[in-house]
């Protein structure tokens, strides 16, 4: 079982910068593929970055958001710079066994709780 804690959430400007981050319990987090998704009010959860073998980001973030991860911390970050209104959703951190990166929610094992972020214009 792997339990997932984001925080760095927070209600910012537009063009202003966050740094969410996510800690994993256990010890085998190097093992697995960690991914952020986003979900806005009576929108469906959206893919927006993952990491593994590779990196990946959904197009609406690419350039302004970065995926990173400390093994040794047990962690997972996610940069989002240029921030816009349409950013503002719940954001969650997800985990998956194995290392092979997915954009798909429903491939993911584990969940976060979620951390708000709010965007004003």
């Known amino acids: 079982q792997v339990q997932l804690i984001e925080s760095g959430g927070g209600l910012v400007q537009a063009g202003d910068s966050l740094r969410l981050s996510c800690a994993a319990s256990?010890?085998?987090?190097?093992?697995?593929?960690m991914g952020w998704f986003r979900q806005a009010p009576g929108k469906e959860r959206e893919f927006v970055a993952a990491i593994g073998d590779s990196t990946y980001n959904s197009d609406s973030v690419k350039g302004r958001f970065t995926i990173s991860r400390d093994n040794a911390k047990n962690t997972v970050y996610l940069q989002m710079n240029s921030l816009k209104p349409e950013d503002t959703a719940v954001y969650y951190c997800a985990a998956r066994r194995g290392i092979v990166v997915f954009t798909v929610s429903g491939e993911y094992d584990y969940w976060g709780q979620g951390t708000q972020v709010t965007v004003s214009s």
């Open positions: 256990g010890r085998t987090f190097s093992t697995y593929a």
